[in-house]
């Protein structure tokens, strides 16, 4: 590492990524060599989880290195309540920008922000509405129209793009950017999975992919000509989410017989838990279990993630050529898996391993990381973790009474910690969704938590359902389900007194460290405040000379 340049983070997060579609994870047919070069300059961490497998919920316990029980943006457009510290707050108050490019998922608090009169297009209100960013481009790649309207109201910068590069429509993010088209010219929408195998129609260059690349290679060279001082960079590719539809070359580049199978059991539909078969009995859930369906859409899956790595190519092309990569932590992750039709599920939401486990990967170019290159860590690590890894990076102090995460930085470094976590969380709020309404349960009790040590994986259901249970060690596809198995209840004690330790902690106390509760316990107090003194001989001198002296008596004279 270069000591005379500033020290950089690019954080690179993608969209629906699983952690085992990279061929450095084992894949057998796909390949993702620019991925797989960052792992072998850094570290790759074989079971981290995030604390929601949900993008808007999991993805607010990123920024602000928080629970989703502590944050409370359980769902994607549940507002981060104003208030909540995030990656920004912290990394500017030691001096460092922290910017975005690309998706964030985050719903402001307009009530909250009207109500202490922060004006959004103020600095200040500007970066509360985007999740404390300072944005060189936001675009969260949600442009679906419907009959009530888009999804995402905001002004779609990328349909913008388009409309400037000559693609027709309203939305050009849709009619050609996520969409084929058939042989007499009629638009092949990529919501229907079995257009999923059909080119994309749109140059591959200017599909989102390659669109957010070109805007944080600006955004590298502009801090670069600015000499601008320390920065971290928060890279938010939206692929490889649905609509799972991508432009040629990609489209094609993997066939029907790469498709893995489905990891899923005859056995998961029998004595179905009853939150796990709403999921199975739903509608994404029962298109993924027809095999049409995933040799459809997996190939196309695996081309985004072709195309992704590819433009990780460029990106890392660029910054070698300009120096860039001597000073610059880099991080590949992803805010939730994809189940792909394991399980006999689709999308994400439900706390199997293709949900709730990403890929990270670290790159740290500083010499004390020499001894841990091209190693794969398999200690317990959570999402929440890289807050404080960053402000580590920094050398800063970590504000451990606000952040609930730790520091990845001796794991980096190939140091053991004297203690680390024994069990990781994740939770996940079902409550807006269908499978709650035909559940008939109350918004609080429509909840899953996740808890799971290296050998066993437990998930609580809220609502008086007994346990889920998986045997990690000797089950790691998570195929039978032991929780109704009573000569497993010790083991399920033992998840759930892991359960309660977590629900025990101290996370709400934000305004005030544990330092500094130290320092007022032992500070001599002389505020004047004098409890339980029965004489006054018991208090030192200096203390009770303001309560002594003559007293100055004044006599009250009769009018008469």
Request: proline share 5%; with cysteine; aromatic share 10%.
């Amino acid at each position: 590492m270069n000591s005379e340049k500033p020290k950089n983070i690019l954080f690179i997060m993608f969209d629906q990524l699983r952690f085992d579609y990279l061929s450095c994870a084992g894949h057998p047919f796909l390949e993702t060599p620019n991925i797989d070069k960052i792992a072998e300059k850094g570290v790759r961490f074989s079971r981290c989880y995030v604390q929601s497998p949900i993008c808007g919920a999991s993805r607010m316990s990123f920024y602000t290195g928080r629970y989703v029980d502590s944050h409370g943006a359980a769902w994607n457009n549940f507002p981060l309540k104003v208030g909540e510290l995030t990656l920004g707050d912290h990394l500017r108050k030691i001096g460092v920008q922290s910017w975005l490019v690309g998706k964030t998922h985050m719903q402001a608090d307009v009530e909250g922000m009207e109500r202490l009169g922060l004006d959004p297009d103020s600095i200040i209100g500007a970066r509360v509405s985007d999740c404390g960013f300072d944005v060189f481009e936001r675009d969260d790649g949600l442009w679906a129209q419907g009959p009530d309207g888009y999804y995402d109201e905001k002004r779609s910068p990328y349909n913008e793009f388009l409309k400037q590069k000559g693609y027709k429509g309203e939305n050009p993010w849709h009619a050609h950017a996520n969409s084929g088209v058939d042989e007499q010219g009629n638009i092949k929408s990529g919501w229907w999975l079995n257009n999923a195998g059909l080119p994309a129609n749109i140059n591959e260059e200017d599909s989102e992919t390659p669109y957010l690349t070109n805007r944080a290679i600006e955004f590298l060279n502009k801090m670069q000509d600015e000499k601008s001082g320390s920065w971290m960079c928060h890279l938010s590719y939206i692929k490889p989410h649905w609509p799972y539809i991508v432009p040629a070359p990609y489209h094609n580049m993997y066939g029907q017989n790469q498709v893995l199978a489905a990891v899923r059991s005859d056995y998961e539909l029998e004595n179905t838990h009853p939150v796990y078969k709403q999921f199975i009995d739903n509608k994404v859930g029962k298109a993924f279990q027809r095999e049409e369906v995933r040799r459809s859409v997996i190939p196309a899956y695996m081309g985004l993630v072709k195309q992704c790595d590819d433009q990780l190519g460029r990106l890392f092309s660029h910054m070698e050529k300009t120096g860039q990569m001597e000073n610059t932590m880099i991080i590949i992750t992803s805010d939730h898996g994809d189940y792909l039709g394991d399980h006999h599920l689709g999308e994400k939401g439900m706390l199997h391993e293709p949900s709730v486990k990403i890929p990270l990967i670290i790159y740290d170019p500083s010499p004390d990381a020499d001894a841990s290159r091209g190693s794969q860590c398999d200690e317990l690590v959570e999402s929440i973790d890289l807050a404080p890894t960053f402000l580590d990076f920094f050398g800063a102090n970590i504000p451990d009474h606000i952040l609930e995460g730790r520091s990845l930085n001796q794991l980096i470094h190939n140091q053991k910690p004297e203690i680390w976590r024994d069990f990781a969380v994740s939770e996940y709020n079902y409550s807006t969704t269908p499978m709650a309404a035909k559940l008939e349960l109350a918004p609080r009790d429509a909840r899953l938590f996740m808890i799971c040590d290296k050998n066993w994986k437990l998930i609580h259901a809220e609502g008086g359902f007994r346990p889920m249970l998986f045997d990690l060690k000797n089950d790691p596809d998570e195929l039978k389900d032991l929780g109704d198995d009573s000569s497993y209840s010790s083991v399920i004690d033992s998840m759930y007194n892991h359960l309660a330790q977590w629900s025990r902690r101290q996370s709400q106390r934000t305004t005030i460290s544990d330092e500094k509760i130290l320092q007022a316990r032992s500070k001599r107090k002389r505020t004047g405040v004098l409890l339980g003194v029965y004489d006054e001989n018991e208090v030192p001198l200096d203390q009770r000379q303001v309560y002594q002296g003559k007293a100055d008596i004044r006599l009250e004279q009769d009018e008469d």
